[in-house]
C-alpha cells in the first residue's frame, strides 16, 4: 500500500482508507482530472455505482427477456450465432439486489477478453 501511496502523491493525488468494523474497507484514490483518461460505462447494482471499463465493452444491446435460455443451469443469450454465457453484476459481486426491472426487455454489455465472452446485467428481471 505504501507504493501506491507514494505514486499517488508523486501525481499530486491523495488516498484515504477507511474502515468499518465487520462492514469492509473503503479505498478512496483522488487525482488531478487532467490525468484521468479511464472511460467507462457507469452501471448501478444494489444501488451502489460502478464503472465497467470501455475497453472491455464490445456492444450494448437491449434483448427481450425470453431470450435468456439456460443451458446446463447457466443463463446464456445468443448473439451472432454464439452462445454467450449471461451473469449478474449483483451476484459477481455478492450484493444483494433490491431493485426490479419489471420492463420485458434488459439492457446487457457484452465484455470481451480475447476470444472470450460474457453478457452483463446489472438489474434484476
Do not use: C
Request: proline letters at 3%.
Amino acid at each position: 500500500m505504501a507504493i501506491v501511496r507514494e505514486r499517488v502523491e508523486q501525481l499530486s493525488g491523495s488516498i484515504s482508507v477507511e474502515t468499518t468494523l465487520y462492514v469492509g474497507t473503503v479505498f478512496r484514490i483522488l487525482i488531478p482530472v487532467t490525468l484521468a483518461t479511464f472511460r467507462g460505462i457507469l452501471v448501478n447494482s444494489a444501488d451502489f455505482p460502478f464503472i465497467i471499463p470501455s475497453s472491455n465493452v464490445e456492444r450494448s444491446l437491449r434483448i427481450n427477456k425470453d431470450d435468456i435460455k439456460t443451458i446446463e443451469n447457466k443463463e446464456t443469450i445468443t448473439l451472432n450465432a454464439s452462445i454467450i454465457p449471461l451473469v449478474r453484476l449483483d451476484d459477481v459481486l455478492e450484493l444483494s439486489q433490491k431493485e426490479k426491472n419489471d420492463s420485458e426487455h434488459i439492457t446487457v454489455l457484452v465484455l470481451g477478453s480475447g476470444e472470450k465472452r460474457i453478457a452483463l446485467v446489472w438489474m434484476q428481471y
